[in-house]
């Protein structure tokens, strides 16, 4: 087993034996993101500018108010708001704008496909503002280099193929983003060797989780009161997650 910055995290989300190595991944690597966006670089500038920018979306919002230092979010939160104030205000003067241009067209201009194109095209610049969040690029950024870790790893390490071949898949977003990344770095006999073991993993997993939630279900029939829950007590849960990229926590 060959250790190093970025492998020692993808052996730790395996040998989780984990719905999806990638999702815990993806967790250790937001909590460090939040550890860091609300620690010392609360005070530095260049991140400051770049939070100004682009903020926080909801999720993110929500793991750092939760991780309790609220008086440096709200350092944030004041210079962020400050920033997206000017924003606005310019973005409000040409919406106006673009609303008077669009009222005085004659209304065979108002027509079809263009029919408050202009308007359109400046409140999307609102929804640029309201949707940016720069954790969001960092956690792709980490996330990118972990999909390729993996595929490095699966290539060159035949202890890592075996864990990997005894793992229980993905969710049905890293699923589709490891199957990305394969077609871009992987060649030959090697892809196609990847792409039949991935499928195969993924498959068998889905099927079985839904034998899982089924049995859930069933529990509830008076009728399976006193048969063993086996591993559907959390089902509900996971496959949520299985299905929808780790959405609830813990």
Request: charged content about 25%; glycine content about 6%; some cysteine.
């Amino acid at each position: 087993m060959k250790l190093h910055i970025d492998t020692a995290p993808v052996w730790e989300a395996y040998k989780a034996d984990c719905e999806c190595p990638l999702c815990a991944i993806r967790e250790k690597v937001e909590a460090q993101q939040v550890t860091y966006f609300l620690g010392g670089s609360v005070m530095e500038p260049d991140q400051r500018i770049e939070v100004n920018a682009k903020g926080f979306c909801p999720r993110h919002f929500r793991q750092m108010y939760a991780a309790g230092n609220h008086l440096g979010l709200g350092l944030m939160l004041h210079t962020y708001l400050k920033n997206t104030n000017e924003a606005l205000r310019k973005n409000a003067e040409r919406l106006c704008a673009a609303a008077g241009t669009e009222a005085g067209k004659p209304i065979f201009a108002r027509l079809g496909k263009n029919k408050g194109a202009e308007l359109t095209n400046v409140v999307g610049e609102v929804a640029q503002i309201a949707q940016s969040c720069v954790m969001c690029e960092r956690v792709r950024d980490n996330m990118e280099r972990y999909l390729y870790t993996i595929l490095h790893m699966y290539k060159h390490e035949p202890e890592f193929q075996k864990q990997f071949a005894a793992s229980k898949g993905f969710c049905l977003n890293h699923y589709r983003a490891l199957l990305d990344m394969a077609a871009q770095h992987l060649t030959g006999q090697d892809l196609a060797r990847f792409v039949q073991e991935v499928t195969r993993l993924e498959m068998e997993n889905l099927s079985r989780v839904e034998k899982e939630i089924e049995w859930y279900t069933l529990k509830f029939d008076y009728k399976n009161d006193d048969k063993p829950w086996g591993n559907s007590r959390d089902a509900v849960k996971r496959t949520i997650n299985k299905v929808r990229d780790q959405v609830i926590d813990g």
